[in-house]
């Protein structure tokens, strides 16, 4: 053997340039440290030159040196991920829809001409919905509500109600819908408004015939 692999501490420094395995990730400590210990207790005795005498070879000290820069990178590595979870890169949650309000879709009544009766509990009594809500924006064909009270039907975020063009206009008239005003507004099976007074501009009177039409 050359002058130049004489010394343990160069054989080693090529030994891991060639590893092929240096780029792999760490071993896991519990692994090495079995394997360590296993070299360590059955090396191949070598016999010095000198004086006969059996001892541990270079080749036997590089192994376990070898092993323990293993184990001691696979330390710091467990020590500098310790904990540190959130250092690790992860994947950006799934965005969120904005919730969707819930709506409730009525329509004109017909334009067809017909005698109104007073406003009265029975004849609405079996009616689907009603409720007690502002006007929020009269837009086009659409008048749009925020409730603040059900008296019947499924409650939802918001109510439309919405005419053909050439029954909008009677619409307002017949509810008398302004934009920020208050309303009691019922309903029939086919979602149309009832008008006649039974829709109008909210009064003591009027939610008084509400609340017992539908028992609240």
Not at 34 to 62: A, C, F, I, K
Request: aromatic letters at 6%; proline letters at 7%.
């Amino acid at each position: 053997m050359t002058d130049s692999f004489e010394h343990d501490d160069e054989l080693l420094a090529r030994l891991r340039a060639a590893d092929p395995a240096s780029s792999l990730p760490p071993a896991a400590p519990d692994g090495v440290a079995r394997l360590l210990e296993e070299t360590m207790s059955n090396d191949v005795l070598t016999e010095s030159r000198e004086t006969g005498t059996p001892g541990r070879g270079p080749l036997t000290w590089l192994v376990a040196a070898a092993a323990a820069v293993v184990i001691g990178g696979a330390g710091l590595f467990a020590v500098l991920n310790d904990g540190g979870d959130d250092r690790l890169p992860s994947a950006d949650p799934e965005p969120t829809s904005a919730t969707e309000s819930t709506v409730t879709e009525l329509t004109a009544p017909s334009g067809e001409s017909g005698r109104c009766m007073p406003p009265n509990a029975r004849a609405m009594a079996d009616n689907p919905v009603a409720f007690d809500g502002t006007v929020q924006s009269i837009d086009g064909d659409t008048v749009t509500l925020v409730p603040t009270q059900w008296y019947a039907g499924d409650a939802t975020d918001l109510v439309t109600v919405e005419a053909p063009p050439e029954g909008f206009e009677q619409l307002l008239v017949a509810v008398e819908f302004k934009d920020g005003g208050r309303y009691l507004v019922t309903a029939t099976d086919g979602g149309d408004v009832m008008v006649c007074g039974f829709s109008a501009e909210y009064s003591e009177g009027l939610a008084a015939i509400y609340a017992e039409a539908f028992g609240v």
